[in-house]
């Protein structure tokens, strides 16, 4: 009867080390089976940033198979939605109109922050905290929409954890939620996430990254499925940093040890 060879995590380990030491760092890691292979502080409440819009796409597409909600319909951006930070619709006159697919899209891709908006109004918050409940997720919740600085003030924040986004992604990678065509179109759209510079930064370029990024002055974070010969599901979340561009290249370094130790492939 054969067995695995003993995984070295000596390199990781030791480089691991350093950066506690300028940096909190939460992440875990999973094989495509869920198998967890490294984590630090998996299970810590964190505040979301963008990576919640996952669950939030999740959502999305349960009520589209349920029929409440069709990816065809759409939604009116009024003055009243208008709100700054990542996307591009705050730089369009009010009054357009924009399906929910594009909406969805656009969540995804740049993090377009009034799409983020729409969409959560249209499935209602308390859905996405019902369904991170039934999705066994421990740390998730939903408590404010996007760039809403007097929900932060009155201690309504959005909050996940390295382990809660990393259940979430297997589940869609494994096809324990949704159907295959919902799941496709929500894997396309992380895909199609523009943000490379986090878990995608210094992995090779011929790698699919499914991800999401995410940012807040005090957070800097990245879920994702990264493809391979034997893929990996990884978030990786950097709190308290002083410079946001460190805080990147430490995600990307540490994303690349773990591909390195895990993925079974050279990094180049």
């Known amino acids: 009867m054969g067995c695995e060879a003993k995984t070295d ?14 940096h909190d760092i939460s992440f875990a890691v999973h094989d495509a089976k869920g198998k967890p292979l490294y984590a630090q502080q998996a299970d810590k409440k964190i505040p979301s940033a963008s990576v919640i819009k996952i669950l939030i796409l999740v959502e999305l597409f349960r009520q ?30 009010p009054g357009g109109n924009y399906s929910v697919e594009y909406l969805a899209k656009e969540m995804i891709r740049i993090s377009d922050n009034i799409a983020t908006n729409l969409i959560i109004r249209l ?40 382990a809660d986004m990393n259940r979430v992604l297997l589940m869609l990678l494994q096809g324990n939620i949704l159907t295959r ?8 759209m992380l895909t199609d996430c523009v943000d ?12 699919q990254v499914a991800n999401k990024t995410g940012t807040l002055d005090y957070v800097r974070a990245d879920a ?38 895990f993925g079974k492939e050279p990094l180049f």
């Open 64 to 93: 589209v198979e349920e029929g409440l909600i069709s990816l065809e319909q759409t939604c009116t951006v009024n003055a009243e939605d208008i709100v700054g930070g990542a996307g591009e619709l705050q730089f369009l006159p």
């Open 224 to 261: 994702a499925i990264v493809y391979g010969k034997k893929p990996l599901v990884i978030s990786i979340f950097i709190e308290h940093f002083e410079d946001r561009d460190i805080a990147d290249r430490t995600v990307a370094e540490l994303a690349a040890l773990i591909w390195k130790t």
């Open 123 to 162: 499935v209602d918050m308390e859905n996405v905290n019902r369904l991170a409940a039934e999705l066994g997720l421990k740390q998730s919740e939903l408590k404010r929409y996007m760039m809403d600085f007097t929900a932060i003030e009155e201690g309504r924040q959005n909050y996940t954890s390295p």
């Open 9 to 22: 995590t000596t390199e990781l380990v030791k480089r691991l080390e350093s950066m506690n030491r300028e």
């Open 196 to 207: 490379k510079t986090l878990i995608k930064g210094q992995l090779p370029g011929h790698l």
């Open 181 to 188: 065509s919902s799941r496709e179109k929500i894997i396309g």
